[in-house]
C-alpha cells in the first residue's frame, strides 16, 4: 500500500528480457527527492515493496542499484515495458502503520495506461494535463487518481478523459514534467472508487 507522494526521482540504468517478462535496474541515486536528499537510500531490504511509477514491484536487490522483474501481466497493463534505458521513474516505498496519508491510499495495481491528450500551462505556476484512458476507468470530479505513482485531484472530466492540475512542487519532485503529448503514463482508480464500481456493476449470469 502506498500513498501516491512520490519519494524520489532516478534513471533506469539497465533492462533486459527474461523468461517471465523484463527484469530492469534503477539508479540508487536520485534526480529528484522530496527531502532535498540525492544519495542512495541505506536502509532497503530485498523483497520490500516499492512504487516505481506507480507499479508495486518486489525489490531483489537493495545495494549499488535497484533491481526488479516485470512480469507479463504487469507490462500488458502498464508501461514499464515502454520504458528505456535513461527514462526518470517516479519512487515510493511502501506505507508504514502510523505514516502521515499525504496523498491517498494506492494499491500498485495498474488499472490501465492513459495519453497525455494535452497540457495547458502557465508559466512555471500550473500545468494542466488531460488524458485519454485506454479503458474503462472511472473518475470523479474532485477525485483522487494516481497518474506514473503521483497522487492527483481529477479537476474536470469527460465520458472519456479527465485532467489533473500540477503545481510546481510536483513537477520538481516527480517525473511528470518531463511528459509531453502523446506519452503513455499508468493510471490507477480510487480504491475505494474501483470497489464501489466493482460492486455496483452486474455480476455475470444475473439478471
Given at each position: 500500500m502506498f500513498t501516491g507522494i512520490v519519494e524520489r526521482c532516478a534513471r533506469i540504468v539497465e533492462t533486459s528480457v527474461n523468461a517471465s517478462g523484463v527484469r530492469f535496474s534503477v539508479s540508487s541515486g536520485a534526480l529528484s527527492s522530496i527531502d532535498g536528499n540525492l544519495d542512495p537510500w541505506t536502509d532497503l531490504e530485498a523483497g520490500e515493496s516499492i512504487s516505481v511509477d506507480g507499479v508495486c514491484l518486489t525489490l531483489l536487490r537493495g545495494d549499488g542499484e535497484l533491481r526488479f522483474d516485470v512480469v507479463e501481466e504487469t507490462l500488458r497493463r502498464s508501461v514499464?515495458?515502454?520504458?528505456?534505458?535513461?527514462?526518470?521513474?517516479?519512487?515510493?516505498?511502501?506505507?508504514?502503520?502510523?505514516?502521515?496519508?499525504g496523498g491517498h491510499y494506492v494499491t500498485g495495481h495498474v488499472d490501465t495506461v492513459g495519453t497525455i491528450r494535452s497540457i495547458e500551462s502557465s508559466g512555471e505556476t500550473l500545468w494542466v494535463i488531460e488524458f485519454d484512458p485506454e479503458a474503462d476507468f472511472r473518475t470523479i470530479e474532485k477525485g483522487s487518481?494516481?497518474?506514473?505513482?503521483?497522487?492527483?485531484?481529477?479537476?474536470?472530466?469527460?465520458?472519456?478523459?479527465?485532467?489533473?492540475?500540477?503545481?510546481?512542487?510536483?513537477?520538481?519532485?516527480?517525473?511528470?514534467?518531463?511528459?509531453?503529448?502523446?506519452?503513455s503514463l499508468n493510471l490507477e482508480m480510487d480504491h475505494f472508487g474501483r470497489w464501489v464500481a466493482e460492486l455496483s456493476s452486474p455480476r455475470q449470469g444475473e439478471i
Amino acid at each position: 500500500m502506498f500513498t501516491g507522494i512520490v519519494e524520489r526521482c532516478a534513471r533506469i540504468v539497465e533492462t533486459s528480457v527474461n523468461a517471465s517478462g523484463v527484469r530492469f535496474s534503477v539508479s540508487s541515486g536520485a534526480l529528484s527527492s522530496i527531502d532535498g536528499n540525492l544519495d542512495p537510500w541505506t536502509d532497503l531490504e530485498a523483497g520490500e515493496s516499492i512504487s516505481v511509477d506507480g507499479v508495486c514491484l518486489t525489490l531483489l536487490r537493495g545495494d549499488g542499484e535497484l533491481r526488479f522483474d516485470v512480469v507479463e501481466e504487469t507490462l500488458r497493463r502498464s508501461v514499464l515495458g515502454d520504458r528505456a534505458v535513461g527514462s526518470p521513474v517516479n519512487l515510493e516505498r511502501a506505507l508504514r502503520v502510523g505514516d502521515r496519508l499525504g496523498g491517498h491510499y494506492v494499491t500498485g495495481h495498474v488499472d490501465t495506461v492513459g495519453t497525455i491528450r494535452s497540457i495547458e500551462s502557465s508559466g512555471e505556476t500550473l500545468w494542466v494535463i488531460e488524458f485519454d484512458p485506454e479503458a474503462d476507468f472511472r473518475t470523479i470530479e474532485k477525485g483522487s487518481v494516481t497518474v506514473d505513482g503521483v497522487s492527483l485531484t481529477v479537476v474536470s472530466r469527460t465520458v472519456d478523459s479527465f485532467c489533473v492540475a500540477l503545481i510546481p512542487h510536483t513537477l520538481d519532485v516527480t517525473s511528470l514534467g518531463s511528459r509531453s503529448v502523446g506519452d503513455s503514463l499508468n493510471l490507477e482508480m480510487d480504491h475505494f472508487g474501483r470497489w464501489v464500481a466493482e460492486l455496483s456493476s452486474p455480476r455475470q449470469g444475473e439478471i
